[in-house]
């Protein structure tokens, strides 16, 4: 079985073809993300883990759906916010699913997951080390694509001068261009982290955050 780590059957197209009704649209997607989650723990449950690692890993899953439904509820105004929203979402619960085993951190304002900050050009921190002495790096989300980016506001992760050595204690900061977001405006995007050893990558793991424009 293939990790659900790309997983890519959104309810938006159809869903947002069917319907220009924004609080409608919410509501399908508030109910899609609940639904959603129930393919996520069983997944879970076909993994077997130890008592902890599967607490842990379904917390994060039911964490990520009250988050994710407050800000579908909340933070997004319009169909293209909520897809946004929800994709986050999907991804997040994707990497709860996955498990958590490199220290990782994406940082916008000190906070990470689910921050906010206004429009411009947004300091993104990203931080890891390694586990019985490998070392961390940038990685790919997707074939060659370095990071996911999804937005309101054609947002993009600056990919020039990018710090693509491998570092034993990683400390980076990324260029999240926002220039011409508007308030109430939404990003989502996922930084990958690859674990190496000898120029092999021995892990990885995609941490996704959502910055509401203010």
Not at 15 to 24: G, I, K, L, M, P
Not at 78 to 84: G, H, N, R
Not at 134 to 153: A, I, Q
């Amino acid at each position: 079985m293939a990790m659900p780590m790309d997983f890519d059957g959104m309810c938006s197209d159809d869903a947002s073809e069917r319907t220009d009704n924004v609080d409608e649209y919410r509501r399908t997607c508030i109910d899609f993300i609940e639904d959603i989650s129930h393919d996520y723990e069983a997944w879970v449950d076909y993994y077997k883990l130890p008592e902890d690692e599967d607490k842990r890993r379904r917390a994060g899953i039911r964490a990520t759906i009250t988050r994710t439904n407050e800000w579908i509820a909340k933070v997004a105004q319009s169909i293209k916010a909520i897809d946004v929203v929800m994709n986050d979402g999907i991804q997040k619960m994707a990497e709860s699913t996955a498990g958590k085993p490199l220290e990782i951190g994406v940082f916008v304002n000190h906070k990470s997951g689910y921050t906010e900050t206004r429009p411009g050009i947004v300091d993104v921190n990203v931080k890891g080390h390694g586990r019985d002495g490998r070392k961390m790096k940038l990685g790919f989300h997707f074939k060659d694509d370095r990071f996911r980016v999804e937005s309101t506001c054609d947002a993009y992760i600056d990919e020039n001068d990018l710090p693509t050595q491998e570092f034993e204690m990683m400390d980076i900061h990324l260029k999240l261009h926002a220039e011409n977001a508007k308030p109430r405006d939404v990003i989502s995007f996922t930084v990958t982290i690859s674990e190496v050893e000898n120029d092999v990558e021995f892990d990885r793991r995609g941490v996704s955050t959502i910055v509401h424009l203010v």
